[in-house]
């Protein structure tokens, strides 16, 4: 009998030498002698979306954004390299192309690290305005036809 593979079928999903990363998750886990529970617990997570990411049910987790989201942060907690078990969740995944490459983060320049200054002196500057508009109208000395009307 033909296979997906035989056949040239590419609507299967991909299957790899690795491990899934479900099952990375799993094993790192168990070495760290962790259970479900308590990585739920350090994931601020229900332990069944701890189950549901090691046994690769990515759907029950809702949008793609949150089944990644919770892959990285569980890699994270365990020690792994985040970027591996992406390309894996995108290998089990089927994604036409492959996953962004995301580099280091790219430091900013002088001129905007400036900029927090700038709006200091603007509140600074505004602040003043204010104070002096306020003292002009509360210290000022009133024109010679009020005094008179005063006495």
């Not at 759907?59 to 390299?81: D, I, R, S």
């Not at 290998?91 to 709006?119: F, H, M, Y």
């Not at 509140?123 to 005094?147: D, I, K, S, Y």
Request: aromatic share 8%; net charge negative.
């Amino acid at each position: 009998m033909a296979t997906a593979a035989d056949t040239g079928d590419s609507s299967a999903p991909k299957q790899s030498a690795q491990p899934s990363a479900g099952e990375r998750l799993r094993v790192a886990r168990e070495k760290a002698d962790m259970s479900l529970r308590d990585a739920a617990r350090l994931l601020n997570l229900d332990h069944w979306m701890v189950e549901a990411l090691e046994n690769d049910d990515f759907a029950a987790l809702g949008a793609p954004v949150f089944a990644k989201g919770h892959l990285k942060t569980y890699a994270l907690l365990l020690e792994l390299n985040p970027d591996d078990l992406m390309i894996s969740y995108y290998d089990a995944q089927g994604a036409p192309e492959a996953p962004p490459i995301v580099g280091k983060a790219i430091p900013q320049s002088g001129r905007q690290l400036q900029l927090p200054w700038a709006s200091i002196g603007i509140g600074l500057l505004a602040v003043g305005v204010v104070a002096a508009v306020a003292w002009w109208f509360f210290f000022r000395e009133p024109p010679a036809a009020q005094r008179a009307s005063a006495v």
